[in-house]
């Protein structure tokens, strides 16, 4: 039998305390995460487990964040998201001719730009612990991008931008859906 001094085992059971300590911490958040999607799944049908995590994927920080760090995410990622559907409304109205629908791209760029202030409320109002208006920001949001889509539906025309309003709203109803849970 080997003895082992006793300083030497300190030393050791430091470093494996530690070890056992980040292993607990790293399995607790990406549970955090993992617990957040079947929830987000289980109350919104239309967003499943896998397209919540696959969401998440597009920022590292959330595979260590807490419910409401998840939120402050999703409304960033959203936020970044609206920028680019802005910027493709642009695209868009310089290249329609027909007048009725460059009106109603220019709707859809008003409820983008009232979007990101609305994230960025959003996101405040989670950071200080304001959820109400948190919930009513991003539900504002959302009433937004479905106005968008059922102006188009109002012409009788298929929405230019009906692929980037869905993933959009999908965001965002995920923001929604953690912040109803804190």
Not at 36 to 56: E, H, L, N, Q, R
Not at 78 to 106: C, Q, W, Y
Not at 127 to 138: E, F, H, I, V, Y
Not at 151 to 165: K, T
């Amino acid at each position: 039998m080997v003895v082992v001094p006793k300083t030497m085992m300190r030393h050791w059971q430091a470093p494996s305390c530690l070890l056992v300590l980040l292993l607990v911490l790293v399995s607790s958040d990406a549970s955090t995460l993992d617990d957040t999607c079947k929830s987000v799944a289980a109350s919104k049908k239309d967003i499943g487990y896998d397209y919540c995590i696959k969401f998440f994927q597009g920022d590292s920080a959330s595979a260590t964040a807490d419910r409401r760090g998840l939120v402050v995410i999703a409304t960033k990622m959203t936020r970044a998201e609206a920028a680019n559907i802005r910027k493709r409304i642009d695209a868009l109205k310089a290249s329609v001719t027909d007048k009725k629908v460059s009106g109603r791209l220019s709707d859809c760029r008003m409820h983008y730009t009232a979007a990101l202030k609305w994230l960025e409320a959003a996101a405040e109002g989670v950071k200080s612990g304001n959820l109400q208006d948190a919930k009513t920001n991003l539900t504002g949001v959302i009433l937004g991008t479905d106005t968008c889509e059922e102006r188009f539906r109002e012409l009788g025309v298929v929405s230019p931008l009906a692929a980037e309003d869905a993933e959009f709203s999908k965001g965002c109803s995920i923001a929604l859906a953690i912040t109803t849970m804190l």
